[in-house]
DNA sequence: ATAGTATGTAATATATAAATTGCATATGCA
DNA sequence: TGCATATGCAATTTATATATTACATACTAT
């Protein structure tokens, strides 16, 4: 599940932990969503995106490989 | 989880046995999902909206109650 | 009436997301 | 040099998404 949740936390100057925190996960869990290897469930998705101002699908639509 | 996959499935004239059988679940999971008591995998949530040609925003972001 | 289709729902089982703990490395700073 | 922070990763545990099976109702057509 490739994404653009690392690019987007990075721009954003937070840290992993930060992030996790923010939104309720484990900064393991943020880290494997970012390097593509989870199948995170849609209120993550959700509160990750809100966290980082975006939308679902400016993370996690059609992204680029 | 509020969504707007029922509706948009009732306009493709698809069952939820059809949505069902095209992503790769049970009928139970989509009846499920379209009441808005589970809390889908993003993979699952994008097989859907593939499906129905729509992206993630439209079925899942930010719908009203 | 009655058979088929579509849907709702519930109990139990299974697969996997996510937590927890721990250890590693790299980097920046005192 | 040594300490704190940020991240990667692996093993085990826990929570929950999803499968399976089953039974119910409503509707349509025969």
Do not use: H
Not at 39 to 46: E, I, K, T, W
């Amino acid at each position: 599940m490739k994404n653009n949740v690392k690019i987007t936390r990075m721009k954003t100057s937070m840290t992993q932990e930060q992030l996790a925190r923010k939104v309720g996960v484990t900064r393991q869990t943020i880290g494997l969503i970012e390097k593509g290897e989870y199948n995170p469930s849609l209120q993550l998705c959700v509160a990750i995106a809100e966290e980082l101002n975006k939308t679902l699908d400016e993370l996690f639509w059609e992204v680029e490989v």
